[in-house]
């Protein structure tokens, strides 16, 4: 929310009142830009792998995005290889495994 205060602030007086006009007429719908810029975050690779931090070639079908988290907060981590891939989700079953071993003491 801060960007998008700052965005508005960044305005011009006639620019709201263009921006307001084309919300109430239907010409801008927020909503709609705000899901296509999610969509294209979430087609983005990362630069480096999490695993090893190796640079990412951008067309590499060796390469691979997971997606994880709840629906409000979703994580993101791209790998170099299948090996790093795996690395990351072992360590991440451990690391949930020791947490609900805490809860449970």
Do not use: W
Not at 8 to 23: D, F, N, P
Not at 39 to 45: C, S, V
């Amino acid at each position: 929310m801060y960007r998008f205060k700052q965005f508005l602030e960044a305005l011009e007086h006639y620019e709201l009142i263009h921006l307001k006009k084309q919300v109430e007429q239907g010409k801008l719908d927020v909503v709609k830009e705000v899901q296509h810029k999610i969509k294209e975050h979430e087609k983005k690779h990362a630069a480096d792998c999490a695993t090893c931090s190796n640079d990412l070639k951008p067309y590499n079908s060796n390469n691979y995005t997971i997606m994880f988290g709840s629906e409000d907060f979703k994580k993101k981590a791209s790998f170099c290889g299948l090996d790093c891939l795996e690395y990351f989700l072992i360590n991440l079953k451990q690391d949930k495994d020791d947490v609900n071993a805490e809860k449970i003491e």
